[in-house]
């Protein structure tokens, strides 16, 4: 056989892929593949059941606000919880404005939180904290301007790992694996990942076989994790040909 494409989609961020009519392989002849593109969305959840809690005293009572699992930029954060206030009817009505606000500083990768009610207090300090999110320690903050200590920890995942299983020669923190592309999103949480290999191919050799019946492709984070995309649609496109030598 010569050089072959294939396109490979999936709802999930581990799939088996079934093929009608089967890669045959010439015997005694070997074969490599490489990685061709990546198309999904930037869906990775950074506020989880884990992390996901806001707490704060509105000056007669302690509340917790609880933001919806998903992919959130710092200012959706600040304003999920601004509308969770309305709600609780914890702003300043007459103003149309919010006794606290949450920000972020390019410059040095933190967040700020703005507290303009002389009452009012916030808590990083529970269990489920988004603090960890936003770069707070477990700390009460009360009325004034406060930077936080750490930078801000938005994305959860360092890097994406594809693997594939017709292939191997590759490693990973010293182990023999399969994965054919390793790369760090480079979008906020929301908008669209196009990666491609860059300079240039990189091949890997293709498992000894005559047929290739199936191809599974899975995504992991750098620590071997399973890749949550939230039900995202993922296409990868791959290239089988000959070896060079």
Known sequence: MGSTTLTLSSSTTDFVTYLDHPIELEVNRKYEAAFLSLFTYNTIPNVTGENNEFQYYNGVEWRIIKLPVGAYEISEINNEIQRQMIQNDDYDKDNNSFYTDISYTKPTSKSTINIKHDDYIVKFSNLNSIGSILGFGEIEIKKGFHESINVINIEPVNAILVHCNIISGSYVNGHLSQVIHSFTPNVSPG??????????????????????????????????????LSGETITVTIRIQPASN
């Open 191 to 228: 908008y669209k990942i196009i990666e491609t290999p860059r300079p240039q191919l990189i091949f890997y050799p293709v498992n000894n076989c005559t047929k290739i019946f199936e191809i599974r492709i899975w995504l992991t984070d750098q620590d071997n994790g399973p890749i949550n």
